[in-house]
């Protein structure tokens, strides 16, 4: 994505305006996908994590551990854990 690399500074100061707010335009796109995904990849691997915790903290829940240890473990809080089936 986003300008070839031999595309530099000369070049894009001969463009016109059109072409230049064409370029610019599209950058922008670019920079604002790459940023959306990166705060979805973020998002997701906090509900991954969230998730494994909540798996954890209901196998703990089911072998008789206390809600002070699963939730030292799962920094979980106790709401958390006993929401858990």
């Known amino acids: 994505m986003g300008i070839p690399s ?26 604002d996908y ?3 995904m990166g705060e979805k990849y973020d998002e997701g691997k906090l509900e991954g ?3 494994g915790k909540l798996e954890i903290a209901k196998t703990m829940k089911a072998d008789g551990f206390t809600l002070a240890q699963i939730s030292k473990y799962t920094a979980l809080s106790n709401d958390e854990i006993e929401a858990l089936d």
């Not at 031999?6 to 920079?31: H, Q, R």
């Open 6 to 31: 031999y595309f530099n500074t000369v070049t894009y100061a001969g463009l016109s305006k059109e072409e230049k707010e064409m370029i610019d335009s599209k950058l922008k796109n670019e920079w």
């Open 34 to 36: 790459e940023m959306v």
């Open 49 to 51: 994590r969230l998730e």
